[in-house]
């Protein structure tokens, strides 16, 4: 098979999860033959060197510094080069827009087209207008249309593309892996925490709800718990807002905001509780990461976060905007933390269970056969 992985700018959430996939599959599948086509800026993630090294082959035109329609063409070249030692059995692609854009050279090099699905455009695209909503609808709709076989990241996604537009036949759910070399095995520094710790994890943006975060801590400080801090951790277009939003909630000086970090394993280690607040979430991989580590999670009960904690048991799951829910199942955990802690302990395990990357490889393998047979 050959997985092409775009690179220009960095590489996606969605291209790092499939790379996590194709980790479990040179893991568990030894006679599978992986070649990777991707720029040298992939090289920069550490992911990306760990397949190479498990034996995947990294097709590396030199195309970083070309502009956007010469980069895709680049990485269309560098895929139709792959023939000349034959053709592949399945393509992958990690996004719509790179399957629609080298569709073309795909068919040519490939019997199967495979999609990995991480969003629904008809949401993420609601405030976007004109010529850029109609373009992403198509881009999407034309992706599904003409891919072999789809893997959605969640049963959630699944279902409401198949309820909006069809394909239930090449629809599978291949929920994304999490690294569990970099999640499970990293410990909190001495000294680290202070209280009670919460953490976020986001991209500083609406959907991410982490505003119901931050009101959230306000709700704990008029109750009294005056020993609970929040570190945030990433960047985005509300960095400005929701610092000046503590400020306004008396909850700036219990708030650490981070900024981008690749050391994110570090900040869940350190954590008591990890928040995931969203108001969309097509899978929820903080969620999952938090399990890998151990930590209850307190999550909004939308999209795939609901494959992911079961509530009372491995986290507990409150309704999107509802920022007092959210503090009282905070409160719950701080009052019991034997409770918190078996939670983390059975999230783990069911982490394991469901989203080692081995385990997500089964499925996806059986994508491809399937799609092969069809």
């Known amino acids: 098979?050959?997985?092409?992985?775009?690179?220009?700018?960095?590489?996606s959430g969605a291209s790092l999860a499939v790379v996590h996939m194709l980790l479990g599959v040179a893991s568990r599948f030894r006679r599978v033959e992986m070649v990777v086509v991707t720029s040298h800026e992939a090289l920069s993630f550490p992911a990306v060197r760990r397949l190479r090294g498990r034996g995947a082959y990294l097709a590396l035109p030199r195309i970083r510094a070309l502009p956007g329609p010469l980069y895709w063409?680049?990485?269309?070249?560098?895929?139709?080069?792959?023939?000349?030692?034959?053709?592949?059995?399945?393509?992958?692609?990690?996004?719509?827009?790179a399957l629609v854009l080298m569709y073309p050279?795909?068919?040519?090099?490939?019997?199967?087209v495979v999609l990995s699905l991480e969003g629904f455009p008809p949401y993420e695209l609601e405030g976007v207008k004109g010529f850029r909503r109609v373009l992403g609808m198509f881009t999407w709709y034309a992706a599904l249309r003409w891919a072999d076989a789809v893997a959605a990241c969640s049963e959630w996604l699944r279902q409401i593309c198949v309820r909006s537009?069809?394909?239930?036949?090449?629809?599978?759910?291949?929920?994304n892996p999490v690294d569990f070399e970099r999640f499970a095995h990293t410990h909190a520094e001495a000294g680290a925490g202070y209280g009670v710790r919460l953490a976020v994890v986001a991209r500083l943006d609406h959907v991410k709800g982490v505003d119901m975060a931050l009101r959230a801590l306000a709700v704990l400080r008029d109750g009294g718990f005056n020993d609970?801090?929040?570190?945030?951790?990433?960047?985005?277009?509300e960095a400005g807002r929701l610092r000046d939003m503590a400020?306004?909630?008396?909850?700036?000086?219990?708030?650490?905001?981070?900024?981008?970090?690749?050391?994110?394993?570090?900040?869940?280690?350190?954590?008591?509780?990890?928040?995931?607040?969203?108001?969309y979430e097509?899978?929820?991989?903080?969620?999952?990461?938090?399990a890998a580590a151990g930590k209850p999670v307190v999550a909004s009960r939308v999209g795939g976060l609901r494959e992911i904690v079961v509530d009372g048991e491995t986290g507990l799951l409150f309704n999107p905007d509802d920022y007092i829910g959210l503090a009282e199942k905070i409160i719950t955990l701080i009052r019991d933390d034997g409770k918190a802690a078996e939670m983390g302990l059975k999230g783990r395990a069911r982490a394991g269970a469901l989203f080692a990357?081995?385990?997500?490889?089964?499925?996806?393998v059986r994508v491809y056969l399937d799609a092969l047979r069809r």
């Open 165 to 175: 537009v069809g394909f239930g036949e090449k629809l599978s759910t291949v929920h």
């Open 247 to 279: 400020g306004e909630l008396g909850v700036d000086g219990f708030v650490e905001f981070a900024g981008f970090r690749h050391d994110v394993e570090r900040y869940v280690a350190g954590s008591d509780i990890v928040l995931v607040p969203s108001r």
């Open 105 to 112: 050279a795909a068919r040519i090099v490939a019997r199967r």
């Open 73 to 97: 063409l680049g990485l269309a070249a560098a895929l139709l080069s792959r023939l000349r030692h034959g053709r592949f059995d399945v393509v992958h692609f990690s996004t719509p827009k």
């Open 357 to 364: 990357p081995e385990k997500v490889a089964e499925k996806l």
């Open 282 to 290: 097509p899978f929820g991989m903080v969620a999952a990461e938090a």
């Open 1 to 11: 098979m050959v997985a092409v992985i775009p690179a220009r700018g960095g590489v």
């Open 228 to 237: 609970v801090r929040l570190v945030v951790v990433g960047d985005g277009p």
